[in-house]
């Protein structure tokens, strides 16, 4: 099998390179050799690789940033995500595609499941609903995974910003009413790979259908619950950061002002993905502490 892998220096994308290596070739592709702002030059390069599955992990990611950016975050996320989708149509390929909770307005009480009504409150939002949208009108076989709060040991991501701030300050501010699932880079590479055995084997024995999955970690929590999960974890696994955190305050989202507004709800029912698939995601706290392993070395 033929996999071509697109952001391969992103937080997933390179988890990709390593999860997806037992499928077969994986041709992983950063942003100099498939630039997704380019939307025009994506047929002729899968025309040219001829991939069996397209892993879009590229994404326009800077949430904030996208407030001022909307029409590059959109070309990024949505016109381009639809030329793959049409690509892989024209060589019979499988699309494998991420998107975000960011696509709901996060007013729900409970976990949101897949079919429910998505209405983004912000740019970034809005251009992965368009994506989404553009591969569901392509008519090539894709499967969508909505995945939310991603860290890993390597990029720019919460885990990694909170280990900055709290070696340089004693005190902290951070939202305590946004709920979420943190979920490992490493954790949605490894189930994309099980997603991608078992849909290959679907298409080739004539029962597949394409469909959005949400794929977060199992619990829940805060964005201020996570941080003080990170420097409970950290103390233990990483002395050498030198964390200088003693106070991490629990604020409402009003008092910490950010261009893009954030769903106070972003919690995904796992449910449709472990009756097709059979997985069932590790908690986020576990994730946590085996991401922080890595990042000293044990
Ligand atoms: N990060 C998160 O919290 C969440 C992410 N997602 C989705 O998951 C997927 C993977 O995200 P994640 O790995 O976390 O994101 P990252 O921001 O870690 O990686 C995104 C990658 O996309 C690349 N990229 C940006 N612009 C372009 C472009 N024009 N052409 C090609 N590549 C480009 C970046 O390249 P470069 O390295 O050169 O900057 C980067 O390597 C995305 O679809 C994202 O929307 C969903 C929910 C949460
Ligand atoms: C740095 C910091 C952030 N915050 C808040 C702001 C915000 O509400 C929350 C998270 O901020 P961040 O900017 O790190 O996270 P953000 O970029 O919003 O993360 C999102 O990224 C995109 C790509 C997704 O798809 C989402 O699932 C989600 O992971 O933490 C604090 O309260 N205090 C702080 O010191």
Not at 135 to 158: E, K, M, P, Q, Y
Not at 208 to 228: M, Q, R
Request: hydrophobic share 45%.
């Amino acid at each position: 099998m033929k996999l071509l892998v697109t952001g391969a220096n992103g937080q997933v994308g390179w988890e990709l390179a390593r999860s997806l290596m037992p499928l077969g070739d994986v041709i992983a592709l950063d942003r100099s050799r498939c630039d997704l702002s380019r939307p025009e030059t994506l047929a002729g390069l899968v025309a040219e690789l001829a991939p069996d599955v397209i892993v879009n992990a590229a994404a326009y990611t800077a949430v904030d940033k996208a407030e001022a950016e909307e029409a590059l975050a959109t070309t990024i996320n949505g016109t381009a995500a639809g030329e793959l989708a049409r690509a892989a149509k024209a060589v019979g390929a499988l699309l494998i595609h991420y998107s975000t909770d960011y696509v709901f307005d996060g007013s729900k009480a409970s976990p949101y499941t897949e079919d429910d009504p998505v209405a983004p409150i912000n740019a970034y939002g809005r251009s992965k609903l368009a994506g989404e949208m553009a591969i569901g009108a392509s008519g090539c076989d894709h499967l969508i995974l909505r995945t939310t709060w991603v860290f890993a040991a390597r990029g720019g991501n919460f885990v990694r910003t909170m280990l900055r701030l709290g070696a340089e300050r004693e005190q902290l501010r951070v939202v305590a009413d946004q709920h979420g699932a943190p979920t490992w880079a490493r954790n949605i590479a490894d189930a994309t790979a099980q997603v991608i055995a078992c849909a290959q084997r679907e298409r080739q024995q004539g029962g597949f259908t394409s469909g959005v999955f949400n794929l977060a970690s199992s619990g829940h929590t805060t964005w201020h619950g996570f941080a003080e999960a990170i420097f409970d974890a950290a103390r233990a696994r990483l002395p050498a950061v030198g964390l200088k955190v003693a106070r991490v305050e629990p604020i409402p989202a009003a008092a910490y002002p950010t261009p893009a507004a954030r769903p106070a709800n972003s919690r995904l029912a796992q449910e449709r993905l472990r009756a097709r698939f059979g997985i069932v995601m590790p908690r986020w706290d576990e994730a946590l502490c085996r991401c922080l392993d890595e990042l000293s070395g044990r």
